[in-house]
């Protein structure tokens, strides 16, 4: 691996998870680059402007842009500018990290593809095209504004079948999720506002827990296992607790945890923000 890859790994990555990803690189991978890397800050608001024109990695179809949000817990994002459809502005906008096991990616116009063991993935909607990673790739909310030249991205951007998050705060009525009454159930969604996905349980032991299902190793969503009653990363096999404990690495750090409360009809989560 040249000694400017390895530069970059640092760069986007941080020295920790760079040597693990550099460590994985074979010594024969094609010259396939990560797509070039700037800094945009956030609005309040969550959303990032890019004003494309301003970019020229980004600016022709077929370009792409690695976009780190300085002050954030958001993961890099890579920004593509696709030609599916033969649309002329027409931007996606994905996780820049291989689920596999961490590099930052490329694209060649039409597939998203990691440079270090060439896994593929959709540049639409980050589905994996060829392996050996098998985890899709987190997609993000952008329009793009053809009369200023504007893409805008919204980090926070959730469903519109779960409540929101107002001012760090999401209220969860029971009578529309009922599960949370009963030991052993739970319910998932993205509060709009915040933009990633949160898991609620009902503990055995009557007590609620709200957790983030972002990883804490390398950013990939868990998955809410009900047979093992955990919470399982795909992407390197980290496990924990419905109360977000690691019990199995590589991630070391617990997942973000929610202050949780009852009333009568709902329950509250704080610090959803
Ligand atoms: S890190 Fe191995 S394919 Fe991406
Ligand atoms: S991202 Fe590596 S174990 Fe979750």
Redesign the pocket.
Known sequence: MSSTRRGFLKGILGTGAAGA?AS?LPGCAPDIDPAPVTDISASAQGTVDILVSRYPDLEPVGGALTVRVPGTETVPLLVVHSKDDGAPDDFSVLSSI?T????PLGYDGKDVI?P????RFNARDGAVLQR??TVALQTFSSEYNVNTGVLRINLRAGQSDFPPAVAGEVVLPLSQFPALRDVGGSVTGVPDGYGRRIFVFRMQDGSLSAVDSICTHLNCEVEHRTQEADLFCACHASIFTLDGAVTQGPATRPLKRFTVSETPDSVVLTGVA
């Open positions: 990803a994985t291989c596999h096991v961490g590099c990691c270090c063991h060439l896994s050996p990673a």
